[in-house]
């Protein structure tokens, strides 16, 4: 295994609670919640239920093939002028598109439902009215209606905050209120973003700020009924704006959560740990990736390291500095991916470097970096998504994007340029590519 420790990780570890001898999630478990085995939600290949892709990994179904050229003027076939503000991606299940969006001055957190054939605007739904949080108070580039709902096919799972606690709402698919939880204090320092996770009957909501306490709960799909909870390591510095996602790897369904400070593993079913293992980074936003026995992780703020854990572990078992840990480096020129996920493709890894919008390419055997693009340079919150055997790379700070060549090699194979940034991933559905910027949604094709 290879790791690197530079004296100020050190000295972060020796000033942080929740240090690898001191992991203090417990589990309390409600078993008249039932798990159905045999559950299968309602999603088809029509479908783009989660932002992460019908996989959960960033890729679109290998049938896609999305255009290499757009414009203002080419390759449009409609767009929507979006109201407010947010940086939710699209959900888009049975024909119609969800979106996120907030109206400060009206104080307001809502949904959007388009049409997906027309871009008609079907209903926008006020989710929450009442005080929010000031953004001027987190960080200039956040945003009360940033998380991306899900579906199962029958229902909408949506999680947002109020000015001091974060929900969990269920919807059907015309926007009718279902049912409501709590995820307890949102005191987030960034404001709150971790979207839910589903899995078989059960959804997943995470709330894991600073200075409050750190929650991961399971609900019952239909009745909203808390099936389990975990209580995570309570730190005052530490939060993470990840989303849970339940990842097969290493023979089983694992629920992967990329922070508070650490990677963690738990059994969907129970909420039981199976392992975790610390990397110490204040704040993580990206999702992890995973191929075989193996999770990729990219730390995030702070730390900028990436990692590759052995998913075997069970028993809650601290994995640091264990033979699970296959590689722990901190890449030399290139800061690891903050905000945007990693991907895995055709045995190689992939990152975008937030401040410049490069895309490296990372040998998953030893977390060596083999390339980094060197095109001018712009930022990206965006998600690298593989569509038609390529990689397409939207930027935040401009309308660019950049279509790569996956390979040993970096080839660009095109650039195309709308008015707007995307701090949201793309979803390529029916040959096309849905974009919600911060200005317009777009739906690419020929």
């Not at 971790?194 to 899995?199: E, N, Q």
């Not at 990219?298 to 730390?303: C, L």
Request: charge should be negative; hydrophobic fraction near 35%; glycine fraction near 8%.
């Amino acid at each position: 295994m290879t790791r690197i420790f530079p004296l100020f990780l050190v000295l972060c570890v020796a000033m942080t609670s929740c240090s690898p001898a001191d992991d203090t999630s417990t589990t309390s478990r409600d078993k008249s919640v039932t798990i159905n085995s045999d559950h299968k939600m309602s999603v088809t290949e029509k479908d783009w239920a989660f932002w992460r892709g019908p996989t959960l990994n960033g890729k679109a179904a290998p049938s896609e093939k999305p255009p290499t050229e757009w414009s203002e003027e080419k390759n449009i076939l409609w767009s929507y002028d979006i109201p407010g503000k947010g940086y939710s991606s699209p959900c888009i299940v049975q024909g119609k598109i969800y979106f996120s969006t907030s109206d400060e001055k009206k104080q307001t957190i809502s949904l959007i439902c388009l049409d997906q054939k027309s871009g008609k605007q079907l209903w926008i739904k006020d989710i929450y009215q009442g005080e929010l949080r000031d953004i001027e108070s987190a960080h200039r580039d956040s945003c009360v209606a940033s998380t991306t709902p899900v579906s199962n096919g029958e229902a909408l799972f949506f999680t947002y905050p109020t000015l001091d606690e974060a929900f969990l709402v269920a919807l059907d698919l015309d926007g009718k209120e279902l049912w409501k939880a709590s995820l307890g204090p949102a005191k987030h320092k960034f404001i709150f973003s971790s979207s839910p996770g589903l899995w078989k009957n059960l959804v997943f909501g995470l709330n894991a700020g600073m200075n409050g306490a750190h929650f991961l709960i399971a609900f019952d799909q239909k009745s909203g009924k808390q099936a389990w909870k975990v209580t995570l390591p309570d730190n005052d510095t530490q939060e993470t704006h990840a989303s849970p996602v339940v990842l097969n790897v290493a023979g089983r369904d694992q629920l992967i959560l990329a922070g508070p400070s650490n990677l963690f593993s738990y059994d969907p079913a129970t909420g039981e740990q199976n392992w975790w293992y610390f990397i110490g980074s204040k704040t993580f936003v990206g999702m992890p990736a995973v191929h075989g026995k193996s999770v990729f992780a990219s730390s995030g703020y702070n730390t900028h390291r990436m990692v590759r854990i052995l998913a075997e572990a069970t028993g809650g078992k601290n994995v640091t500095d264990t033979e699970y840990e296959e590689w722990n480096i901190k890449p030399r020129g290139f800061k690891a991916p903050y905000v945007p996920s990693i991907l895995y493709h055709d045995g190689l890894l992939y990152g975008v470097e937030d401040e410049t919008a490069h895309l490296a390419c990372f040998d998953p055997e030893t977390g060596k970096k083999i390339w980094e693009s060197d095109q001018e340079e712009g930022h990206c919150y965006s998600s690298p998504m593989l569509a038609d055997g390529k990689i397409y790379v939207f930027q935040d700070d401009s309308g660019l994007c950049r279509i790569y060549q996956p390979g040993r090699e970096c080839k660009v194979l095109a650039e195309n340029e709308l008015d707007f940034g995307a701090y949201a991933s793309p979803v390529f559905l029916d040959n096309k590519i849905y974009l919600r910027t911060n200005g317009k949604f777009y739906c690419i094709g020929k």
